[in-house]
């Protein structure tokens, strides 16, 4: 089955440490996105891509880096600039203009210890 | 900018009631309103979408409703159920999506 798979499920990470969550899409879908969900709190985008080896910046990028070397996957970096980590990050895909098939991965807890 | 808010926040209601969320956006330039359905610790799952040219869409016992011009958008549960209950987000874009805050609603027996 087609689908968007996040890992891992649960992350944490000591202060200073940097830490990468995985996003892998089989859908073949052009874009993909990542966004941070805080509790009670809608999401908000960090980063997205439309196209392999292009991506930009969200509305809270500041302490984030991605990459799209490849179009199933599109890897998340939390750097140690980023001061409150601590949320619930999710990824999804779709097809640049087309919203139907928007697909979400079921989502990645990062805690700092 | 675009802002969207959603409310009420928190819903709790008996099994059986028919039930309707609200989302409002500032900017009525939208392209698609979506409606997102989000279990505890879960992804997101695309319930419905409107296009902005359309009025309403129906799925089963939810209808959503798009009124462009009082920058609104409406959820209708018809006939609530336990399994219902969850968080519901409304977005709007085509693309890069912009949330609204979520309405938790509880279903209970």
């Known amino acids: 089955d087609g689908g968007i798979t996040q890992s891992p499920k649960y992350l944490f990470r000591k202060e200073g440490q940097n830490v990468t969550l995985s996003c892998e899409q089989n859908l073949n879908h052009d874009a993909m996105y990542w966004y941070r969900q805080d509790p009670g709190q809608g999401l908000r985008l960090i980063y997205y891509s439309q196209i392999v080896n292009d991506f930009q910046k969200g509305d809270i990028a500041e302490g984030y880096s991605v990459s799209r070397e490849k179009k199933e996957s599109f890897p998340l970096t939390v750097t140690s600039a980023q001061k409150n980590p601590t949320a619930f990050y999710l990824c999804?895909?779709?097809?640049?203009?087309?919203?139907?098939?928007?697909?979400f991965g079921s989502g990645t807890r990062l805690t700092v210890v | 900018k675009q802002e969207v808010t959603q409310i009420p926040a928190a819903l709790s209601v008996p099994e059986g009631e028919n039930l309707v969320l609200n989302c409002s956006f500032t900017?009525?330039?939208?392209?698609?309103l979506q409606w997102f359905r989000q279990d505890p610790g879960k992804g997101l799952t695309s319930l419905l979408l409107i296009q902005s040219s359309q009025r309403e869409q129906t799925s089963g016992r939810l209808n959503a409703s798009l009124d462009k011009s009082s920058g609104r958008s409406t959820l209708y549960i018809a006939a609530s159920q336990p399994g219902d209950s969850a968080t519901y987000l409304c977005?709007?874009?085509?693309?890069?999506?912009?949330f609204g805050t979520g309405t938790r609603l509880q279903v209970f027996p």
């Open positions: 999804a895909s779709s097809m640049p203009g087309q919203p139907y098939g928007y697909t």
């Open positions: 900017d009525s330039a939208i392209y698609n």
């Open positions: 977005a709007v874009g085509i693309d890069k999506l912009i």
